[in-house]
Each structure stands twice: as C-alpha cells, then as structure tokens.
C-alpha cells in the first residue's frame, strides 16, 4: 500500500503491481508480452493486454499476482 499510494499522489494514473514476490524470468516473460500486446497499435486497452499476456502459457501463480490498478 506504501508505494501504491506514493505513486499515486505522484500523478500516476495506473498501476501494475504484484502481490506476491514472482520470480524474475517469469516477471519479464509476462512482462514483454504485456507490452508487446499493448504497444502494438491496435488500441488495446492495458486489461486487454494483460489478459492476452496471461494466455500464452505462463502458469497461473507467476501472474496471478499481478494487479491493474486504475
């Protein structure tokens, strides 16, 4: 909650964070997917992109962890 709210007295107006700690290799895989999906162009929304990510064959506890705050 500390740096959630910290972030978001800063300005910033969404947050992906995790709740657990998730292994690195697993983070930047969900990670670049995420961002490929979401930087792609096609005006994909961020929850889109998240839940195209965790389709692609990432076990559910290394993403399940992640929450898109707004």
Request: charged fraction near 20%; hydrophobic fraction near 45%.
């Amino acid at each position: 909650m500390g740096m959630e709210r910290a972030f978001k007295l800063a300005g910033a107006k969404k947050l992906l964070v995790s709740l657990w700690s998730i292994p690195a290799k697993q983070t930047e895989e969900l990670l670049t997917k995420f961002y490929a999906n979401w930087l792609q162009g096609l005006s994909m929304s961020k929850h889109c992109s998240m839940h195209r990510a965790t389709c692609k064959n990432i076990p559910l506890y290394y993403w399940a962890g992640f929450v898109l705050k707004e």
